[in-house]
């Protein structure tokens, strides 16, 4: 972007004295003079009035024409009057010219000037030709200890570095800093100034850690000195982490400047463009398009039609339509741009450079591939003739022509531009930058296309290890829905190593332990990373930290709340969606900034299978499910298209404790498994014998597992949906449950996660039972349950048996704000319906799950809690929650992340046990289990212990498997 725009010189244009005019033309400079600061139309009134003056030598006496003159071109150009600014300037030059002559000193002031002026108005050969002819007055008349000197030499810098000459550009730039250490070196604001753009020039040039100590010294030497330059090097410097793919460190600092500059210079909209830039280009590369194009379209109304600025916006809302695929618009946005740019700029400049790049590839998406290359080619030289052959750009478009090479067949040249591009970028911006990634991806599909499949793996096993420390390093200060749209593409490159690493060739080799490995890092990472954060905030002792996370948990409330009212019951409330949407985004970014302990959240730890066993007891099991689908390949016009079947396919990891060994296990047919869970289902509904299921679902894991006391089971995909417990063993006439306890956990990680576990240690239970189902607005009235009243008293009696403090609630105390106001229960028991829409259309698929409790009418709630409402309880304590209720174990299943529905919302509000059902059960049986459960568990202590013992009675009393295979334990570590 042309930099002139926001960069503030440390030396102001030059205003000069006008002493020697008439009275009324004085008065007239001072009028225009005083109102450029406050009043436009005034402003140009008053400057319109005193050039006609002085145009028609009205101003009695000609000393002071050129000064006049100047400075009324100066206030033009403080208005983007650009053609009047040349011509006000050009005219006091004449006046210099024919009063002194053209090697007057006087001319330096009015040849930076109108340099300043033309630049302004994209003659950038003007504007140079004037710098010249400043630059050769300067070294004529004063020395190197002069500030005139001093200041032609950045000068000199920043008009290079603006026209894309960098090497120009850095010879000027360490001139001016071994003149300010050399003579100046007590004034902070020059060196801060100096180094500021010193630094943004070694970041245009790919020289990032250079570039990043530059900034820092400029940071240091502002700081307390001048705030606006202070701000603008820590915009540079947040730029920079956002081109080394630091994203969080560069987001703090954007949020942080940016609240800053609102606060501190509210009139000064220009002052945030830099970094209302900077923050919609960091969410285009985090996949977050709604949120970066709401800053681009910003950017467009604080610039408005101005002709610097407008370009680079254009790009920008080009680039967004394209990673929406909707590449017509794209195109048509980027010729805008590249015509704009080059009128700017002219043929040879970095930014039009960019946006032919860009031009290019939306050419490739479109099908014209030739067009395509063609303008890539023209990228190179341009990318060689303004970086040189090493920089980061220059691979970036190496890559690109590779890429479509390959769609053309030329399979080695297109492998050696690959490689070179990787070698520059891991040399420049080394192993743990995206981009290196993305070159690793690119060799890698190349490779598998080959038909070299062992190479290919080994670069995708490289990029996964990068692009896993990014995701580690970024996600902490991203919201919940920006850290799903990240993780997209990361899902899609692990997904295609497992289904290459779990073909025959691979599957008892170690790519399978990598697979494993891997999703043992990211299997349900957004379930874990809601789960820290939460953690995080409570453990934090600062004040404002845990305020913001009470406003923002009040704010998820009122959020989830408005989901699910009408739009003309949100227009009747004045409920505005969006509004409620950014409201908590800005409290989760709130919470990123305020919190100290937030960096512990991105510690940096990749776990092992190892990692796992050593953490499982002897006589246990783990047995953890990955889902997958089947890779495709084919080179098209387009380049490699690659994807996936429709079908899934299952592979099981069996670890023992102490055996120092992955068993590892592929379950084909998918479309088996399908119906078989069908049948499945019907058999325990109908009560119909089911020999088949077993053999189907689990016999080849049972063969493996090596004990007769527990097994934690850590399912995906179509496993979310049944009980192992149930499925018989026709063979040795046992069930499941028979051989082992099963306890259900989200993924192995729960092993070696080092978050705390509930420890409350007073025995107090909050027990909703029956709740009064009339208050609710529901077109089809419930039932009421008697019986889960009943079910309610006995907990409670059970419980206070055993030195509970028990708060009950029933029907119409049994309300959805009560169950709100009880925070960090011991038990939280609820005795209520549930229900779960599997094909709702709902935004969030953790509203399409919940249970209904009773409606208190004097508040807002509804009564219905939802899975996402009950994902913001307080239950940091809560050792237990049970949903006595229908399939509350059911949700929405999502491949690697698990079931978003109930349980997911529990465990993320803190619960580190629940006791959830698979099916509708009968109230009576229900109500006898947890009779069971309880008068076991005040005896024992122990919920796991007493869930086994209760459910063994249980299956005596009713053998029937639906009835008695209905609950399961869902455990955190």
Known sequence: MNRLLFYLFWFAFFLTPTLAISQNCLEQLDSANYYSKTDRVRALYFADQLISRLDSGLCQREVGYAEAYNNIGLIYLGFAEHNRAIRAIQNSLKQEVEQYDSLSP?????????????????????????????????????????PIYLDATYKNGLFYMEVGQYEKSRLQFERALRLTSQYFSENDSIKGALLTEYGTLLRDMGDYEEGEVALNQAIEALKGKNEVMHLRALDRLAAIKLDQGEFSASENQLLSNLQLKKERYPSDSLFRIETLNSLAVLYFKVNDLVTSEAYFEN??????????????????????????????????????????????????????ANVLSNLANCQKSLGDINSALNIYMRVLDLDKTIYGPENPRYATTLNNIALIYQAFGYVELSEKLLKQALKIRKEKLGEKHPMYAKSLNDLGVHFLNKGDTLQALGHFDQALKTEIHHMQSVFPVLTDQQRQLFFEDIKFNLERFASISFGKRYFETEWTEKVYNYYLNTKSVLFYAADKMRTTMLENSDPAVKNSFIKWREAKYTLAQSYLLSEHELALRGINIASLEDQCNNLEKKMALLSS?????????????????????????LVEVIEFRNYSLKLGKFGAEQGFDDQSSYVVFILQGGSNQLKRIKLDGSEQLVDQYSFYKNSLRYGLEDASSYNVFWKKIDNEVKTDKKVYYAPDGIYHKLNPAVLYDSATQQYVSDKYKLVHITSGKDFIQTGKVAANKLYTAAIFGN????????????????????????????????????SDFYYLNATESNLKLNQDPGILHLATHGYFEEDSKRQSALLNSGVYLARDKSTQEDGILTAYEAMNLKLDQTRLVVLSACETALGTVKNGEGVYGLQRAFLVAGASNLIISLVKVNDTATKNFMNMFYSEFVKEHSIEDSFFTARQRFKEQYPDPFTWGAFILVAKK
């Open 106 to 146: 006087g001319l330096i002031k009015i040849c930076l000037n109108l340099s300043v002026a033309y630049q302004n108005n994209s003659d950038y050969l003007a504007a140079e030709s004037y710098l010249l002819w400043a630059d050769s007055l300067v070294r004529k008349n004063y020395s190197e200890q002069s």
């Open 299 to 352: 950017l467009l109304n604080y610039a408005g039609s101005r002709t610097e600025i407008l370009p680079y916006v254009t790009n920008n809302i080009g680039a967004i339509y394209s990673k929406k695929k909707e590449y017509k618009q794209a195109f048509i946005m980027f010729q805008e741009s590249a015509a704009a740019m080059r009128e700017l700029y002219g043929g040879v400049h970095p930014d039009y």
């Open 597 to 621: 302990t937030f960096s512990s959240q991105s510690e940096l730890s990749f776990y092992s299978w190892q990692d796992v066993e050593k953490n499982i007891a002897d006589s246990a099991v």
């Open 771 to 806: 709740p009064d189902f009339s208050s609710l607005n529901l077109t089809e009235p419930l039932n009421a349950l008697p019986e889960a009243e009943r079910e309610a008293d006995d907990v409670t009696e059970i419980l206070q048996g055993g030195k509970w403090k028990v």
